[in-house]
């Protein structure tokens, strides 16, 4: 068998988001960064059972706030306490100024925010910004592994 390396190096990213046309907009507007392979989610308990199984492979999780099931504050909980190094980015259309997004800002639990509507270019880079943080955080976690303690 015959594994192609570049996707088994490939980092995931997750777009979770209830309406199809965001999820395929934004999919595609991603598509062009190298080193990722970008799933789409319109059901955000469908996404976080998907992050489970591949939580070692994810980099980066994209949801929208306002989604039916679970909505995205809970959702970025949920993923942090399995994989407390992912990125995430939280986008909605409505204003945020509740208690818990900025508790989750505080925490670091959100790391990114895009206010709908979203510029794609805005998006992109931020994309690249969480993914270059990302790369970082988990660089130093490789060489602290090497480290030994004596």
Do not use: C, W
């Not at 994209?62 to 980015?89: A, Y």
């Amino acid at each position: 068998m015959v594994v192609d390396d570049s996707v088994s190096k490939s980092k995931l990213v997750a777009i979770v988001d209830d309406e199809e046309d965001i999820v395929k907009l934004f999919r595609d507007a991603l598509a062009s960064i190298n080193g990722i392979t970008i799933f789409t989610f319109t059901d955000p308990v469908m996404a976080l059972e998907h992050f489970i199984i591949n939580k070692e492979k994810y980099a980066l999780v994209i949801s929208d706030l306002k989604m039916p099931g679970l909505v995205g504050t809970e959702l970025i909980k949920k993923l942090k306490n399995k994989s407390p190094f992912v990125r995430t980015i939280l986008m909605t259309a409505f204003a945020v100024d509740d208690d818990i997004f900025k508790e989750y800002a505080r925490k670091e639990l959100i790391n990114g925010f895009l206010q709908k509507p979203i510029r794609l270019n805005e998006l992109r880079a931020e994309v690249n910004s969480q993914l270059h943080t990302y790369e970082h955080t988990y660089e130093l976690l490789k060489q602290e592994s090497f480290i030994e303690i004596k």
